[in-house]
C-alpha cells in the first residue's frame, strides 16, 4: 500500500517537472537560424506551389517576429503605434530545420514575414534600403466595424502608424496574406508615403491626402471609431469654399492616389511577374488586371470633369466618389509602366526580372520629383498634368530612341496633341516636344 | 498511427498490471488473500465521453476542441488505472488554401480513489490522477490542386486531474461508472501549455 503511494507520488511529481520543463514548443528555438517554412511559394515557372521557403531573421515562430516583421493580433493604436498581444504561431517541427504552420493565421504571418524579408532585399538593391525602418509592424486579422468592404478581404497600408493591417480574409480566392503582389503593392504605399506624401504633408494637407494610397486609413480609422479627420457628411455642406476649389483638391486628390495605385500594382508585377495578381485574390477585379496593353493614362479634361462632379457632394462625400475614378488612373499608369518596361527588355536585352528592376529604380527615382511637382501645382492652385511623370522619366534618363517615342506616344494618345522625340545635341539625350501646340485645357480653377 | 498509439498505451498498462501482484509481500500471503476477497479487480471500458479540451485556435481564442475519446482501465482497492486514446482537428482557411491540424495522443492514467463511499448499489468516490502518454501532430496543407502531410514526432505529454466517480451495481461487479474530472495536460507543443479541460465518461464495469 505505502509502496503504491509512493509510486503515484513520484508519478505525479514526473508530471509536474514534465509540465515546469515543457512552457515553450520547439518553433520557439530559431533565433539566429535560417529555417524552411512549407508555404503557397512562387516557383521558378511564376506559379505558386506548396514549397519550403527559406526565412530568416526570425526570433521566434511561436511568437512569431523578427528582423523584417512584428505581428499584432486584432490591434489597437495608441499614439501613432500599433498595440495589442501577438499571436501565438503554431508550427509543427518536421525535421531539424523544417517547419509546417499547422492554422491558417501562423501561414499568413510566415508567408507577410518572408515576403517582407525579400522586400526588404529588393528595397537594398533598388537603392531605397533606407527608406523603411526594419521589422515592419503588420497587424493581422484586424477587426473593423462598418461596411463588408472593409471588413473583409482587404489589406491596406497605414501611414500614421506606419503599418499593415490586414482584415480576415473570408473570400474563395487566394488569402491575401499569401498573395505576394499583394504584398508587394501594399509595401510599396509605404515606400510612397515616405517619399511623395511626407515631405509634402503641409502642402497636401491633413486629411484626404495624408495618406495617399486610395485603399487606405480614412475609412478604416472610421471603422474603427478613431479620429482620422473631423470630415464627415454633417460637415460637407459647411465647408469654406467653393465647388472649382474643391474639384481642383480633388483633381490632385484622384492623380495623387491613382499614381500610388498604379505604381503599387506595378510593383506587385515588379516583384512577382505576374500581370494577374490581384484577380488571383480578387477574380472579378479583371479591370486590374495589368495584361491589356495600354498606350495612354487618363487625360486631364477626364479627371477634371469627373473631380468637379464629386465637388458637388461636398468634402466628404466627394472624396468617397472619386474613389473609383483613382483606380481607373492608377491601372492605366501600371499598364503603361509595365508595357514600357517590356520594352526596355527588349532594347537592352535583359532578363524580365533584371528589366523590371531596372525601371523601378527610375521610377523610383522620379518619385521624390513628382511630389515637389504636385505640390508645387496645388501650392500654386495650378493643375498637374497627368502626363507631367512621362516627360521627366523621358528628361532625366538616357533612353533610346524607341523608349522615348513610347513615351512620347503615351503623351499624344493621352492629350490628343501629337509628340515626337528629338536627339538634342551630339548627346543621345532624347526629348520629345509637340509638333503642334494647342490651347491648353481650362483648369476647374480658370473656369469659374 | 493511431492503431500504433493505442498498441503503445495497451502494452504500457498491461505491463504495469503484471507487476502489481508483487506489490504484496509473500509472508503476509493470509492478508493478501484477504485483500484479493475484498477488491475485486474491475475492468471497464469508457465508450460515451464528453471530453472538453480547450486549445488555441486559428482566431487566438480558447476554444473546446470536443475531441474524440475513449478509454478502458482496471480498478483494483482504491486504485485505477485507465488508458485512453484521443483525437481531434482543427481546419482553417478558405477553398483556395487551407490548413488542417490533427491531434492524436494516448495516455495511461494512474488514479488513487482517496476517499470513497460504498453501498449496496452505489459507490462514490473522488480521486486525484496522473497520466504519461505520446501524442502526434499531423498537418496536411492544401493549396488549390497541390495537398502535402506533414507528421511531426511521437512526443511525451504529462497529466494531471481531479475527479468524481458514481458507481451502479447490477451485480457483484457489473455495474454502470459515471465519472467527471477537471484535467491538466502538458505538452511541448500544447497552447497554451498545460491544456485546460474536462472529462464526463459512462462506462461499463465488469
Avoid at chain 1, 79 to 88: A, D, F, I, S, Y
Avoid at chain 1, 191 to 203: A, D, G, H, M
Wanted: with cysteine; hydrophobic share 40%.
Amino acid at each position: 500500500m505505502k509502496r503504491v503511494f509512493r509510486v503515484m507520488i513520484l508519478t505525479i511529481l514526473a508530471i509536474s517537472g514534465l509540465v515546469g520543463c515543457s512552457g515553450k514548443p520547439e518553433s520557439d528555438a530559431v533565433e539566429g537560424r535560417t529555417v524552411k517554412v512549407r508555404l503557397p511559394w512562387q516557383n521558378e515557372q511564376g506559379e505558386m506551389k506548396l514549397q519550403l521557403v527559406e526565412i530568416s531573421g526570425l526570433t521566434s515562430l511561436y511568437e512569431m517576429g523578427g528582423k523584417f516583421a512584428r505581428f499584432f493580433f486584432a490591434p489597437g493604436i495608441a499614439n501613432g503605434h500599433l498595440t495589442g498581444k501577438g499571436p501565438k504561431g503554431r508550427f509543427l517541427k518536421i525535421t531539424d530545420n523544417e517547419y509546417v504552420p499547422q492554422n491558417e493565421i501562423s501561414q499568413s504571418m510566415a508567408s507577410i514575414y518572408a515576403h517582407l524579408e525579400r522586400l526588404a532585399a529588393l528595397d537594398a538593391k533598388l537603392g531605397v534600403g533606407d527608406v523603411n525602418a526594419w521589422p515592419r509592424d503588420v497587424g493581422v486579422n484586424v477587426q473593423v466595424s462598418g461596411e463588408s468592404f472593409l471588413r473583409q478581404n482587404n489589406a491596406f497600408y497605414d501611414g500614421n502608424t506606419d503599418a499593415f493591417f490586414f482584415v480576415p480574409f473570408k473570400a474563395k480566392g487566394l488569402p491575401i496574406a499569401v498573395n505576394p503582389g499583394v504584398i508587394a503593392h501594399e509595401h510599396f504605399h509605404s515606400l510612397f508615403f515616405k517619399i511623395v506624401v511626407k515631405p509634402n504633408e503641409k502642402v497636401l494637407g491633413p486629411s484626404v491626402m495624408r495618406n495617399g494610397s486610395n485603399h487606405d486609413a480614412a475609412e478604416y480609422y472610421h471603422a474603427m471609431d478613431l479620429k482620422f479627420h473631423e470630415e464627415n457628411e454633417a460637415t460637407d455642406s459647411q465647408k469654406p469654399g467653393t465647388v472649382s476649389e474643391l474639384a481642383l483638391k480633388f483633381y490632385h486628390v484622384a492623380l495623387l492616389r491613382g499614381l500610388n495605385e498604379g505604381l503599387a500594382d506595378f510593383w506587385g508585377w515588379v516583384y512577382t511577374g505576374d500581370e494577374q495578381f490581384v484577380l488571383h485574390s480578387f477574380p472579378t477585379e479583371k479591370q486590374r488586371s495589368l495584361k491589356p496593353p495600354s498606350q495612354d493614362v487618363l487625360n486631364r479634361k477626364t479627371i477634371e470633369v469627373n473631380a468637379q462632379s464629386a465637388a458637388k457632394f461636398g468634402e466628404y462625400s466627394g472624396e468617397k466618389r472619386i474613389r473609383s475614378l483613382a483606380y481607373i488612373i492608377g491601372t492605366q499608369y501600371a499598364r503603361v509602366f509595365k508595357q514600357f518596361t517590356e520594352l526596355y527588355q527588349k532594347e537592352h536585352e535583359l532578363s524580365a526580372r533584371e528589366a523590371r528592376e531596372k525601371v523601378a529604380v527610375m521610377i523610383l527615382k522620379e518619385l521624390s520629383q513628382f511630389g515637389q511637382d504636385l505640390s508645387s501645382a496645388i501650392a500654386n492652385s495650378d493643375t498637374y498634368e497627368p502626363t507631367q511623370i512621362f516627360h521627366r522619366l523621358v528628361d532625366n534618363n538616357e533612353l533610346t530612341k524607341t523608349e522615348c517615342e513610347f513615351f512620347s506616344d503615351v503623351v499624344t494618345y493621352t492629350t490628343g496633341t501629337s509628340y515626337s522625340c528629338t536627339q538634342q545635341g551630339n548627346a543621345w539625350i532624347i526629348k520629345f516636344y509637340p509638333e503642334v501646340t494647342t490651347s491648353e485645357v481650362a483648369s476647374p480653377a480658370e473656369q469659374k | 498511427m493511431k492503431f500504433s498509439i493505442i498498441a503503445f498505451v495497451l502494452f504500457v498498462s498491461s505491463f504495469s498490471f503484471a507487476q502489481s501482484p508483487t506489490v504484496v509481500p509473500e509472508k503476509n500471503e493470509t492478508r493478501t488473500k484477504l485483500l484479493k476477497a475484498e477488491s475485486p479487480l474491475y475492468t471497464r471500458l469508457y465508450l460515451l465521453n464528453i471530453d472538453v479540451r480547450y486549445d488555441r485556435d486559428n482566431d487566438q481564442q480558447l476554444s473546446n476542441r470536443s475531441p474524440f475519446h475513449i478509454a478502458m482501465g482496471f480498478k483494483k482497492s482504491v486504485y485505477a488505472a485507465v488508458v485512453e486514446y484521443t483525437n481531434f482537428s482543427e481546419e482553417s482557411g478558405n477553398a483556395s488554401s487551407s490548413v488542417k491540424r490533427t491531434h492524436q495522443e494516448g495516455v495511461l492514467w494512474g488514479r488513487w480513489h482517496a476517499v470513497e463511499f460504498k453501498g449496496a448499489r452505489h459507490q462514490f468516490s473522488f480521486y486525484g490522477a496522473g497520466g504519461l502518454g505520446l501524442y502526434q501532430e499531423e498537418v496536411t496543407t492544401t493549396f488549390l490542386t497541390d495537398e502535402v502531410k506533414d507528421s511531426g514526432d511521437f512526443k511525451m505529454l504529462g497529466a494531471a486531474a481531479i475527479g468524481g466517480e458514481w458507481t451502479i451495481l447490477f451485480g457483484r461487479k457489473f455495474g454502470l461508472v459515471v465519472n467527471g474530472e477537471l484535467r491538466l495536460l502538458a505538452g511541448s507543443d500544447f497552447e497554451p501549455n498545460p491544456n485546460f479541460g474536462g472529462l464526463v465518461g459512462l462506462g461499463l464495469q465488469f
